[in-house]
């Protein structure tokens, strides 16, 4: 079982801007087999794919709501997948998580099957 720890998350100002960290802890060798998926959440709605990465980094996701703001990467070296957030809104408050499946799938619709336990942001002034 892949365990995912998401880190980087906090309260911000609008237009400012945090870096998600996903770790696999224990799993560098592998880590870089898996294609990774950035959910957000709110209590009361649906949870929301932001952006992926598949495992060959050939193809990632971006969201229409955060296009031009969230960039994804990774580092295989160091079994994390990150997410930059920049000019962050109000509407971006959500609990962030990563979700991770093994093979290079699409990103949208895969069957991610690790998830962390989320990284809460907060963009408030």
């Known amino acids: 079982q892949v365990q995912l720890v998401e880190s980087g998350g906090g309260l911000v100002q609008p237009g400012g801007s945090l870096r998600l960290s996903c770790e696999a802890p224990?799993?560098?060798?592998?880590?870089?087999?898996?294609?990774v998926g950035w959910f957000r959440q709110v209590p009361g709605k649906e949870r929301e794919l932001v952006s992926g990465?598949?495992?060959?980094?050939?193809?990632?996701f971006v969201a229409d709501s955060v296009k031009g703001r969230f960039l994804v990467s990774r580092d295989n070296d160091k079994a994390t997948v990150f997410l930059q957030m920049n000019n962050l809104k109000p509407e971006d408050t959500a609990m962030y998580f990563c979700?991770?499946?093994?093979?290079?799938?699409?990103?949208?619709?895969?069957?991610?099957?690790?998830w962390g336990r989320g990284t809460q942001v907060t963009v408030s002034s």
């Open positions: 979700a991770a499946v093994r093979g290079s799938v699409e990103i949208i619709g895969a069957p991610y099957d690790h």
């Open positions: 224990g799993y560098t060798p592998t880590f870089r087999y898996y294609t």
């Open positions: 990465i598949s495992w060959t980094v050939e193809r990632t």
